[in-house]
């Protein structure tokens, strides 16, 4: 199901079959949480590239309901998206009060931001939704903690996630449902080996790294991959969650990660923060008034190819729609394209020479 | 320059040659107000086979400004689109008090919604910022009155608007830009005559009818139409300004009306209502939550071919940006192939009945 195609030191290439067709790796999915990505249609998604993306189990089960989902005959037919597509737990959103009552062992009780009504999913019942959404790879439901709590909270919620991990697995029936694992321990050594070590035992399809970049410094995410890493199978595609800007993506391919999901590019397009090789161009700045020349040469996406930046900056100072429907188009277009140059690199056996040289370039302004 | 190639009773076909090419007639022209249409990329536009669309010159003065207008070669090469573009002086904007300071004989005093700013447009200096510009189509500067005024107040205006078109037309100088000339009046019978006649004689390339859908009752904007038609040349392309809905379309284009343009298809999408041959859907409503089939089968919109009506109204119910920029393609696009259609019945001289069975199957659940 993962298969493993050129190796460049610790990065890799490969292929990632799924019941909606095979992916290449590594990849970036854009995150489509409730059926739509802010300010991207299918349309956009399709122009980009995009190879796959991540949805929300949480959401869907809450809009348009699973009711829907079965009438339309599964979530793909109901967005019409052929290809494959992750749904997340939702164990993200544990990080809002607004949408946590509470937690246990048992399962997780958390309020719909649509109706206020209260809701409680269990291990079991997260699996059983998403086998009704009928996605091409589920994710385990697991605890997911801010970096503002105490170890004791953080080892508490390690051996909730292993818990609810196996139950997850032991209630999954769909063959043609992938069930990624993932790692927590927050920015512990000790409790992401033993989180580590107990999810690549149990026999998952793949294995992903959560909990990081929401909130924890640079550097102890970075450790905190690694600790990560060191304990899971090689040869399992590996999905580092909520990961994020260009240079984590490079950087994390180097030490070997497949898959990655992230808003980032997104947010930061809605922003104005526009992503080129030689570092972010903050498109609102005067400055850009009278730049008649594109984002990107390179770039193949709708804004690059027909557009200037002078022309983005005016719609993007008139807060335009337009505006963040070309930038949102462009900076997913560019992950995408990283991520491909990243596979050239790893196929010629350059990765190294390519990330030392993308970092070089995407920082040497900051 | 236009050319009228079928009649159908008082309903034409043509062709109107500007200086970015051939405009098939009738046609509807999206509102691209500042730069881009709202939610409307020019990627839409291309996709939806726009024709040609209108924009503010007032508020394109104001920013980007002329300056950088210049810098870009002219407004189509700022935009990058190298298909035919209207200019509107912006007398719609003088119903906005928060707009107009003040005005008289000279021109408009008028304050930057941007800056704040207050600016002076005279007509000679309006027609030199739409020659800037470089807009196919150059509207002159009209004195648009709502509703609410008396008829005193009303032929002042009309007798303003008279002298401002001609002053306008005296001071252009742009052999490749056409300009129109706008007949106001109010919903008077003898102001329409007055200025009709007026505006008619002084040679314009095309002949607009302004001041209406601006909250007068629909049977005096449509003996408005017929007052103002009466006394302008059968062979000159006829531009009824604003205008608007797709029953208005039909009727009009039954009058002898050639040109349209109007912010109330898009307006609408993004309000949830969507047109249909078979009248408008409200997508918001339940009854659509469970409709697993197109807006319309016959639409080759990427919402209609591509997705169904439950997931639209999905889209719609959580306000996700992708059902706006969904559903103003639509409704631009339903525009479009209207007219599209009617030219085809016109050609094939049966336009009287396509409108009598359009008005029949649209207005059929009202």
């Known amino acids: 199901m993962f298969k493993i195609t050129s190796e460049s030191k610790l990065a890799r290439c490969g292929e990632f079959k799924t019941a909606h067709g095979k992916i290449k790796t590594p990849f970036y999915m854009p995150v489509v949480t409730k059926g739509a990505g802010k300010f991207l249609t299918f349309n956009s998604l399709e122009n980009l590239k995009t190879q796959c993306f991540i949805s929300n189990a949480y959401l869907l089960y809450l809009k348009p309901g699973l009711e829907t989902i079965k009438k339309a005959n599964g979530y793909h037919n109901f967005i019409n998206w052929q290809k494959p597509i992750f749904t997340d737990s939702g164990g993200f959103q544990l990080l809002d009060p607004e949408f946590l ?21 269990s291990p079991e019942k997260l699996m059983e939704n998403q086998n009704i959404l009928g996605s091409d790879v589920a994710m385990v439901l697991d605890h997911v903690m801010g970096p503002d709590h105490n170890k004791k909270e953080f080892s508490e919620a390690t051996t909730r996630t292993i818990a609810w991990a196996k139950r997850c697995l032991d209630s999954h029936k769909n063959k043609n449902q992938k069930v990624f694992g993932i790692v927590q321990g927050g920015t512990y050594k000790d409790l992401r080996k033993e989180c580590a070590l107990a999810i690549n035992d149990m026999g998952f399809d793949g294995l992903a790294i959560g909990g990081l970049a929401i909130g924890e410094e640079k550097d102890k995410m970075y450790k905190a991959i690694d600790y990560s890493l060191e304990y899971l199978d090689k040869d399992k595609i590996k999905y580092l969650m909520g990961v994020g800007s260009p240079e984590d993506l490079v950087k994390s391919i180097g030490k070997g990660v497949d898959c990655f999901d992230s808003i980032y590019p997104t947010k930061m397009a809605r922003h104005g923060v526009i992503f080129t090789r030689n570092g972010v161009l903050k498109i609102g700045k005067s400055y850009n008034a009278h730049i008649f020349k594109p984002i990107e040469k390179e770039c193949d996406c709708y804004a690059c190819k027909h557009h200037t930046i002078a022309y983005l900056h005016h719609l993007y100072r008139l807060d335009e729609a337009a505006a963040k429907i070309l930038l949102s188009e462009h900076n997913v277009r560019f992950m995408h394209r990283l991520v491909e140059d990243a596979r050239k690199a790893i196929e010629e056996g350059k990765y190294e020479q390519f ?8 920082l040497k302004n900051k």
Chains 1, 2 share one sequence.
């Not at 048992?106 to 409680?120: D, I, L, M, N």
């Not at 990330?355 to 995407?362: A, E, G, S, V, W």
């Open 355 to 362: 990330q030392k040289k993308f970092l070089k370039d995407y």
């Open 101 to 121: 009552i509470s937690l246990n062992d048992k399962g997780v009780k958390f309020r719909s931001p649509f109706s206020g009504e209260v809701h409680f999913i």
